[in-house]
């Protein structure tokens, strides 16, 4: 439920119980008096069930909401502003008064930082990879959401350049390794050699200990090579030879395979592709996305000429800031009525795991960071649902040919069989 208060033009904001001594002099209210808002274009308040949840949305584009039991409300802007209400109304229209109001000065320096460097992480990659904001968007939120990333589709669509680019936006270390048959596990992970001026063994760390990992073609090695990923992936540890060190923070895993070519490759298993927290496709760009890479690549390669929006530090913090966005029981639930029908499908061998659910569950506090919210709405859910699920299920039948997408029509007849949270 929507409750527009203020539209376009200055508007009289009822104050109720406030005061000068309340209020202190702020840019964006009228010094004459305390009621009357000036130069916020628009202004919408939103109410929900639980916890009494109000959203301030300001015309800059910049919201942050945090919710409490008593109602209080946090926004994020230029003219950030804490409100309190007691007793809500039970329904506002624009310009109708709304009482027991207060109001106080409140510093939502820690939130605007964040937001500010998820949109550098975001436009610096994008800078480089054209067209694909969309593909650019989830990969930022497997990376704030501490998750890995696969990518398939044909060759020469960018798929290096995108884990490329966001090494270098990160200013994180970057590896790429070349997946071929005859890789083996120490070939990832490293190994003890042997020095014969000392008579002992010493540890060479393999291409794993790093931020950023591309596993290129991961296919086209033997699934004794690709199961060496698995405790990397799942624990952010390696173990070798007894000896269990841990890896790099943070560490991502970016793996690609090409899903037109079969002959002499080894289709991951599905234990494997359950530690992939979303699964996309690149795609074709358009004709004038296309006629814009003519340009960018006429000095060279992007990605050369990119710089770090952010570093390792700050990333982290963004990992475990994760941890502190909000999800409503009744988009939990919204969840699990997602996972459970694939359990039930008749057309589907296999469904969501509860590694997959909880994936899901982080990815959607994930993209709600990214977009500037400090709670998840079912918006996220389903946007979500696609990449972070498709690649989870199994469809029934010998054919794998199109299950990716025969995979994709099954999630979306569910979604739009059950009922969306208000």
Not at 73 to 90: H, K, M, V, W, Y
Request: contains cysteine; glycine residues 6%.
């Amino acid at each position: 439920m929507t409750y527009t208060v203020m539209n376009r033009r200055p508007r009289v904001f009822a104050a109720g119980d406030c005061s000068d001594s309340v209020l202190p002099a702020h840019p964006c209210v009228a010094s004459e008096s305390v009621s009357v808002f000036c130069n916020m274009p628009s202004i919408v308040l939103k109410c929900g069930t639980a916890g009494m949840r109000w959203c301030l949305y300001f015309a800059a584009g910049i919201e942050q909401s945090h919710e409490s039991r008593d109602g209080h409300l946090q926004t994020a802007g230029d003219s950030a502003l804490t409100f309190r209400q007691n007793d809500p109304p039970e329904r506002s229209h624009e310009g109708t008064n709304v009482s027991h109001l207060s109001y106080s000065p409140h510093n939502s320096g820690e939130a605007i930082v964040s937001e500010s460097v998820l949109q550098k992480i975001r436009a610096s990659v994008e800078s480089a990879v054209l067209g694909k904001e969309e593909t650019v968007r989830i990969a930022v939120v497997a990376l704030v959401a501490g998750g890995h990333v696969l990518l398939e589709d044909a060759p020469g669509l960018g798929k290096t350049s995108l884990a490329r680019a966001l090494a270098k936006s990160l200013g994180c270390r970057f590896t790429r390794l070349q997946f071929t048959p005859d890789l083996l596990p120490s070939d990832i992970l490293g190994a003890n050699v042997y020095r014969p001026n000392t008579g002992e063994f010493e540890f060479r760390p393999g291409p794993v200990f790093t931020n950023v990992l591309l596993a290129d073609e991961i296919n086209r090695t033997t699934p004794r090579t690709q199961s060496a990923l698995l405790e990397a992936m799942s624990e952010q540890q390696v173990t070798i030879e007894g000896d269990t060190m841990p890896l790099q923070h943070p560490f991502v895993v970016i793996a690609t395979q090409n899903p037109f070519e079969f002959e002499g490759t080894y289709p991951l298993p599905e234990n494997q592709l359950d530690r992939f927290m979303v699964c996309l496709e690149v795609g074709y760009p358009d004709r004038e996305t296309e006629r814009n890479v003519f340009r960018k690549h006429r000095n060279g390669e992007p990605t050369d000429d990119l710089q770090a929006v952010a570093d390792s530090e700050q990333v982290i913090a963004l990992q475990r800031k994760v941890n502190d966005v909000r999800v409503d029981d009744s988009v939990s639930d919204y969840m699990l009525d997602i996972v459970e029908a694939t359990r039930d499908h008749p057309e589907l061998s296999l469904g969501v795991s509860t590694r997959g659910a909880l994936t899901l569950y982080r990815a959607a506090q994930a993209m709600a960071m990214v977009e500037g919210r400090d709670f998840v709405i079912p918006d996220d859910v389903k946007q979500l649902c696609l990449p972070v699920l498709a690649h989870r299920i199994v469809c029934r039948g010998a054919v794998r040919d199109g299950h990716r997408q025969r995979a994709g029509q099954i999630l979306n007849s569910i979604m739009d069989s059950l009922t969306v949270p208000a």
